[in-house]
């Protein structure tokens, strides 16, 4: 061999080690840069991901957990509220009228006196003054609680307040179409009507 041709091979040689020394060199740069082995790495990941939807999964749970318990509560008391209303609406119906009763039991004791007098009274105009007493008490209590009695006697006839008993040829023409007589009085409570005025209407 001469030596123009160990100095070929030589060289040859020598591009070759170079070449395997870049190569290792750019794959442990890949490593280093993160371009190798992943597997490591994958299951870290892998298991923060876990971690993170095992706590927001424990989040909701506790979440729905509070809304539930809130629901039952309200539940509760709106239930409560509902029993409470009703045995209040109960008492009320059961004592409505008490305050009414009440102001019209010393009318009665007018009454009982009255009658006592009628035994031993040989005054009739005092009799008379008595009982006119009573009756004037009495309205006064039921306008207090809002009740008038209905004018009706020479008024336009009005099926919102009268009822017609019967019709009668009217003594003037001005009372045509008009109330002239009332068989029984009519009452309002607070403007409405709870009893109709009973009258006779000219025609």
């Known amino acids: 061999m001469t030596n123009h041709e160990t100095e070929n091979r030589e060289e040859l040689n020598d591009k070759e080690t170079t070449a ?7 794959a442990k740069g890949d490593e280093k840069a993160g371009n190798g082995p992943v597997a490591e790495n994958d299951s870290t990941t892998a298991d923060e991901e876990a971690q993170t939807q095992a706590s927001i999964e424990g989040k909701l749970k506790a979440e729905i957990a509070e809304l539930n318990d809130k629901y039952l509560r309200l539940y509760s008391e709106f239930d409560n ?4 209303n009703a045995k209040e ?7 409505a009228g008490k305050d009414i009763l009440l102001s019209f039991i010393p009318v009665v004791d007018d009454f009982e006196r009255a ?13 008379k003054e008595g009982v006119t007493l009573i009756h004037t008490k009495f309205l ?3 306008s207090q609680k809002g009740v008038k009695a209905i004018e009706s006697k020479g008024q336009p006839f009005d099926v919102d ?30 403007d409405k009507v709870i009893r109709f005025a009973k009258v006779v209407i000219g025609e």
Request: no cysteine; glycine share 4%.
């Open 89 to 95: 609406r109960i008492e009320l119906m059961d004592t």
């Open 20 to 26: 395997e020394n870049e190569v290792n060199v750019d």
């Open 140 to 142: 006064n209590i039921l």
């Open 161 to 190: 307040y009268h009822e017609a008993i019967t019709k009668i040829p009217a003594p003037t023409d001005d009372l045509k179409g008009k109330v002239v007589d009332e068989v029984e009085k009519g009452y309002t409570l607070k």
């Open 81 to 84: 509220m509902k029993r409470r």
């Open 115 to 127: 009658q006592k007098a009628f035994e031993n009274s040989t005054d009739i105009e005092a009799v």
